[in-house]
């Protein structure tokens, strides 16, 4: 079984439930572009503190990585305890952005990420003192937005609001921004010159397969996720013209990847198949997300 990870061959006997269990566990597959995108992040938590700090806004289509990659990275720097003083170390904050462009919400969001109390009813700008403190005693040296296109939602001035309290916590903090969000967040953040001209931009692009080059990054993609489905035998899906198949059903969002391989895989553990061929595809009868949506139109 040398198709399978050593996790995975573990519990080629368990029972099916396990199986599936594990099949659905999120996991990371370390493709090149997100290695790329961990050092442009890296190079950030090294940078000198200044008084103009650089930041980083990561693009790209929904479902299609950048949360994982922000997760992922944050593993890296988890919350700590210094021995010394006991108290709370938080190299990396995150918390996605509100619905809706609000300082105030914003605030909100960050002191509940931190888990530090507040009065719903006091000022703006207590909460924001407040979020400047906890996160300067917790030695915060870099903050992410996900959800960043969230900006575009409300009024110009709420925007420039907004902008103008992330630009507010990056200079007086001295941190630098990571904004994350789908190609929306781009307009969001030209919204605040400045602010824009501080931000790199890093694209995180659907999985192609126009050449042969394509071809084979896709092809290591979906063979390094079938080491983690629990069949005795192995699928081969890395090849035509399951590669394809997949490609399109998958529309290039890694998301979409992960998910068709799983429903895959539980089909054919629960009808007791040794692997996924053509006739696992045809019992399924998957949909591409596009095609997905566009069931919706029926109802109207």
């Not at 010394?84 to 619905?99: G, K, R």
């Not at 997949?246 to 969002?253: A, K, R």
């Not at 061929?277 to 949909?287: H, P, R």
């Amino acid at each position: 079984m040398d198709h399978l990870s050593s996790t995975s061959r573990s519990l080629i006997d368990a029972p099916n439930e396990q199986k599936i269990f594990y099949t659905n566990t999120d996991r990371w597959i370390g493709y090149p572009r997100a290695k790329e995108i961990l050092n442009s992040l890296e190079d950030l938590m090294c940078y000198p503190k200044t008084d103009r700090m650089p930041n980083l806004l990561i693009i790209g289509d929904s479902n299609n990585g950048k949360t994982k990659i922000l997760k992922h990275f944050m593993k890296r720097y988890q919350v700590d305890i210094d021995e010394d003083t006991a108290l709370i170390i938080e190299p990396v904050v995150m918390v996605s952005a509100p619905s809706k462009p609000d300082e105030n919400s914003f605030y909100i969001r960050l002191l509940q990420e931190l888990s530090t109390p507040y009065i719903k009813n006091e000022s703006t700008s207590v909460k924001r003192e407040r979020v400047i403190r906890v996160l300067k005693k917790r030695k915060t040296r870099m903050l992410i937005i996900d959800e960043i296109q969230h900006v575009i939602a409300g009024s110009y001035n709420s925007q420039r609001n907004f902008l103008n309290a992330i630009k507010d916590l990056s200079n007086t903090l001295q941190i630098p921004i990571v904004g994350a969000g789908i190609e929306d967040a781009f307009h969001a953040i030209q919204v605040d010159t400045q602010l824009a001209n501080r931000f790199q931009v890093e694209i995180l692009p659907r999985w192609k397969i126009n050449t042969s080059e394509d071809k084979k990054n896709f092809a290591r993609l979906i063979a390094s996720i079938e080491q983690s489905l629990v069949l005795p035998e192995a699928s081969h899906l890395y090849k035509q013209p399951y590669l394809d198949n997949i490609h399109y059903l998958s529309e290039g969002l890694i998301g979409e990847v992960f998910q068709v391989l799983r429903q895959l895989a539980i089909f054919s553990i629960r009808n007791n198949r040794s692997h996924i061929n053509q006739d696992t595809f045809d019992s399924l009868k998957l949909l591409p997300p596009s095609n997905r949506r566009n069931l919706l139109n029926q109802l109207r």
